[in-house]
């Protein structure tokens, strides 16, 4: 671990609430990526739809509209993790069924497990911990035959981003409500909350809860400090004369933005339809954490925060360790989106790929102990015989994703990024 205080929010502690933004006359609703056919969409150009109506499923997951309207158009558009696929275009119509109105709260503790599972379903609960994944679906595949734990991260594994911890703070009692509906759907044997050492823990944060909790405290200003890897072995450490002791990867993670959707998603029946945001750079106005409907461009998220001052050079979604950049302005909202950063000009630094030096930097701080460069000449050499793919992508599957290969390498390899190909086996890829 390392301080890499450089990149650690401009943003933290200045912001201390949200901002409501504006209803866009027309969204962009990601329904699903080129490459896959398990989605069905279920409207068309000209169809009427409800605000969190439907519009397209899948065997695990539900997608809906986030505001009243008219379908446009199925268009095909860019999406904010760097993907394409097929978006509804829908302008604004109608009236709202859940913006403005009272929702009422639904007792849930009486609730059986496939009843909240259906219920997560149906909402559209996205776990965004690590890569996006419909929750449901992930409870449904864990191995029933052992005790799993539920762990609750409180805050961002990317210091550059506040969003996790901003909600943890504004919606804490939400958060424990998701936790324990996520707990009794999983069957958890506990629950482990892993806080950052940098904020102080609620008092009586544990009370309410029928399943036993613990906390692990982790300086989220160290990175890195928030991915399984560092969690699990934090937990091992200070909690070894306690149950989760046991804790291990093949548990469920998942982070305060998740469980507030939980929450939404079971206690007041409300499908995820909008994000909280952090929008943020030096390209801004100013900056904020706006709660916006999916959908929204990010040409309108600047809009809501007073608009450029001066030209974006590159804009960064999800934050600047372990995020990505993308090009397009008009890129869509989707459920995944945490944070939005306009970053100008005078900021970027040389990103041409040069040829390995050998300097073994990323050797030297990778915290699992890998050789990325290593790894990233396997991949493309592309020249070996099957047990060694085997062995490759096998070793590949230990990386965390933390992206600090990348942060050090003075030849700017995408080491991470080969390596993320490598554990999903695309070795062959081009």
């Known amino acids: 671990m390392r301080p890499i205080y450089k990149f650690v929010s401009e943003d933290t502690g200045l912001?201390?609430?949200?901002?409501s933004g504006f209803i866009p006359e027309t969204v962009v609703i990601p329904l699903k990526k080129s490459s896959q056919d398990e989605i069905e969409i279920l409207v068309k150009a000209g169809d009427k739809v409800k605000e969190g109506q439907v519009i397209a499923k899948s065997q695990d997951t539900c997608i809906h509209s986030s505001i009243p309207g008219t379908v446009?158009?199925?268009?095909?558009?860019?999406?904010?993790?760097?993907?394409?696929?097929?978006a509804a275009k829908i302008r604004l119509e109608g009236v709202f069924s859940f913006t403005g109105k009272k929702i009422i709260e639904k007792e849930w503790k009486s609730k059986e497990p496939s009843a909240i599972i259906f219920l997560m379903k149906e909402g559209g609960v996205l776990n965004t911990y690590s890569s996006p994944e419909p929750l449901n679906a992930q409870i449904k595949n864990l191995d029933k035959t052992k005790d799993r734990f539920l762990v609750v991260r409180l805050y961002s594994e990317d210091p550059s981003r506040i969003t996790d911890a901003f909600v943890?703070?504004?919606?804490?009692?939400?958060?424990?409500?998701?936790?324990?509906?996520?707990?009794?759907?999983?069957?958890?044997?506990?629950?482990?909350?892993?806080?950052?050492?940098?904020?102080?823990?609620?008092q009586n944060f544990a009370d309410g809860f029928e399943t036993e909790t613990a906390v692990v405290?982790?300086?989220?200003?160290?990175?890195?400090?928030?991915?399984?890897?560092?969690?699990?072995?934090?937990?091992?450490?200070?909690?070894?004369?306690?149950?989760?002791?046991n804790v291990g990867n093949r548990d469920l993670f998942i982070d305060s933005v998740t469980a507030l959707n939980v929450y939404n998603a079971v206690v007041l029946e409300k499908p995820e339809i909008t994000a909280e945001i952090q929008v943020t750079g030096d390209c801004l106005n100013a900056g904020a954490v706006i709660t916006v409907k999916t959908g929204t461009s990010l040409r309108q998220l600047?809009?809501?925060?007073?608009?450029?001052?001066?030209?974006?050079?590159?804009?960064?979604?999800?934050?600047?360790?372990?995020?990505?950049?993308?090009s397009d302005i008009d890129i869509p909202?989707?459920?995944?989106?945490?944070?939005?950063?306009?970053?100008?000009?005078?900021?970027?630094?040389?990103?041409?790929?040069?040829?390995?030096?050998?300097?073994?930097?990323?050797?030297?701080?990778?915290?699992?102990?890998?050789?990325?460069?290593?790894?990233?000449r396997c991949f493309k050499n592309k020249d070996h015989n099957n047990s060694e793919l085997q062995l490759i992508e096998k070793t590949a599957v230990l990386c965390t994703e933390c992206s600090l290969c990348n942060t050090v390498c003075p030849s700017r390899i995408p080491l991470s990024q080969t390596i993320a190909l490598l554990k999903k086996g695309k070795i062959n890829e081009k």
Do not use: W
């Not at 912001?15 to 901002?19: D, M, R, S």
């Not at 446009?72 to 097929?86: C, P, R, T």
């Not at 405290?217 to 989760?244: C, Q, R, W």
């Open 217 to 245: 405290s982790l300086d989220a200003k160290n990175y890195p400090n928030g991915f399984m890897h560092e969690i699990v072995s934090t937990a091992k450490k200070t909690l070894k004369n306690s149950i989760f002791k």
């Open 168 to 202: 943890t703070e504004h919606y804490f009692e939400k958060i424990k409500a998701g936790a324990a509906i996520t707990a009794r759907a999983m069957e958890a044997k506990g629950i482990l909350f892993a806080f950052d050492s940098n904020k102080s823990i609620p």
């Open 72 to 86: 446009v158009n199925i268009i095909h558009s860019k999406f904010a993790d760097g993907n394409e696929g097929y």
């Open 333 to 376: 909202v989707s459920k995944d989106v945490k944070s939005v950063a306009f970053i100008p000009f005078s900021q970027l630094h040389n990103q041409t790929e040069q040829n390995c030096i050998r300097c073994g930097n990323c050797l030297n701080c990778c915290p699992v102990g890998l050789s990325p460069e290593t790894l990233y």
């Open 15 to 19: 912001i201390t609430k949200t901002v």
């Open 302 to 326: 600047a809009e809501q925060a007073g608009g450029f001052k001066r030209e974006p050079g590159k804009i960064i979604i999800n934050g600047k360790i372990t995020g990505n950049s993308v």
